[in-house]
Structure formats: C-alpha cells, structure tokens
C-alpha cells in the first residue's frame, strides 16, 4: 500500500542509548519531515528535507541527527536518548509546495 | 515558538450542528493546510488553501482565509459522531517568496460530538 511507513511502533529506551527511527515512503515524495507531539505542545518539527541529500533543522533539532541519502527513506537519529524525547514521533511526506502531507501512524518512545 | 494558534483549545457540541475553529498565525505563507488526528493516529490531510485564495470547500468543510489579519478558520457543518478529533492547522510558511518544505502546526482544537 502506498504511503508513509514508520518503524519501530513501539520502542523503550534507557537513558544514553542511541537508536534510529526509521520512515520510508513510496509516493515519490521530495518533501519529508521529522515531528514529535507531547501532549498539550501540538506539533513540532524536528528536522525536514526538500529531497535527496538537502536536510535542514527545524523547532527541535537538538539531540536528534537526519539524513536523505535517497528520495525514499528519511531516519532520524536519536544519538544518546533523554528522558526529555519521550514522545511519539510522526514522519509526513509531500510531493511538493503546494500539496498536502501524508502522515506515518507514529513511533511512540519512552525513555526510561 | 510555533507558528499557528488555535482557537478554541476545546470545542464540545451537539450531532447536527455546525463547529468552527479558528487558526491565526505570524508569517507570511505560501498555503495553509487543516488537518485531523483521531486519537492515537497519524495526521490526516483534509483541505488546503493557497494564500491568494479566501474560501475553500470540500464536501461539509469550509475553509476561509484571511491574509491581512493571517488568520483562517474552519468550518465543519452538520457534524456527525464520527467528526470527534483533534483538529490541526499548518502553515508552510513564506521566506524570499519560496517554501522551504517547512510545515509548522497550531496545537490544535479537540472537537467532541456527542451523538
């Protein structure tokens, strides 16, 4: 089925682990971005890419590594996990400006 | 600091009747976009509307915006049971007249409908 696939679902960390969140997709999106939502806080953007090899930060990039080696796949990089970035994180894609995004169904991580 | 404010934070009404929710953001924007999260779900997409455009329909939504007071609202009518959710606004804002593929978001409205 088309559209934005995340992976893990679930995943539980201890403090200082580093793990990669993984999110692809098969629209050939240019347009791929990184959000975490806590409750109350709506959501706010980690990181966000304009295509293969262009990445940039966004509200919340600190304590969180991207890249975009393909048009496809878009990892975020939690690099030694904090009890702060439990939260559930969502990737989204869009083909362009102009057009709507497609959501993942979400990572939720907890940091122990 | 984000760049879309919703109004109201909660909004509880009847099947039938109308919801509106009002988004009011900071910047100037290339489009800004509505979407919905039931509980526990991704986003999703319902209605976009282009900076040069005022109102948007699609089906029983209404989408107005206003640049000149950078706010938009939406409206929902006839709601029904299953319209409760979270409702979102984004906007993809302007910089040196391009988009930047940055969509920043309100902190939404929950939208109850009781049957």
């Known amino acids: 089925n088309a559209g934005v696939t995340q992976t893990p679902k679930f995943q539980v960390l201890k403090t200082g682990q580093s793990m990669t969140l993984q999110c692809a997709q098969d629209?050939?999106?240019?347009?791929m971005s990184w959000y975490r939502q806590d409750p109350g806080m709506g959501l706010r953007l980690i990181h966000y890419?304009?295509?293969?090899?262009?990445?940039d930060q966004g509200e919340v990039p600190n304590g969180y590594n991207v890249s975009r080696s393909t048009t496809e796949d878009f990892p975020l990089r939690l690099l030694s996990a904090a009890p702060s970035q439990t939260s559930v994180y969502f990737c989204?894609?869009?083909?362009?400006?102009?057009?709507?995004?497609?959501f993942g169904s979400g990572t939720r991580l907890t940091v122990v | 600091s984000q760049q879309g404010e919703e109004d109201p934070q909660a909004l509880s009404i009847q099947e039938g009747e109308n919801a509106t929710m009002n988004c009011s953001y900071k910047t100037s924007i290339n489009n800004l976009q509505w979407y919905r999260q039931n509980s526990g779900r991704g986003l999703v997409h319902l209605i976009l509307?282009?900076?040069?455009?005022r109102e948007k329909h699609s089906g029983r939504l209404r989408v107005t915006l206003d640049t000149s007071k950078k706010s938009s609202s939406l409206l929902i009518t006839a709601s029904r049971a299953a319209d409760t959710a979270s409702y979102f606004c984004?906007?993809?804002?302007?910089?040196?007249?391009?988009?930047?593929?940055?969509?920043?978001f309100g902190q939404g409205t929950i939208l109850t409908v009781h049957p």
């Open positions: 509307i282009r900076s040069n455009e």
């Open positions: 984004a906007t993809d804002a302007k910089a040196g007249g391009t988009s930047y593929g940055k969509l920043t």
């Open positions: 989204a894609s869009s083909y362009f400006q102009g057009y709507g995004y497609t």
């Open positions: 629209m050939n999106h240019e347009y």
């Open positions: 890419s304009v295509g293969a090899g262009i990445t």
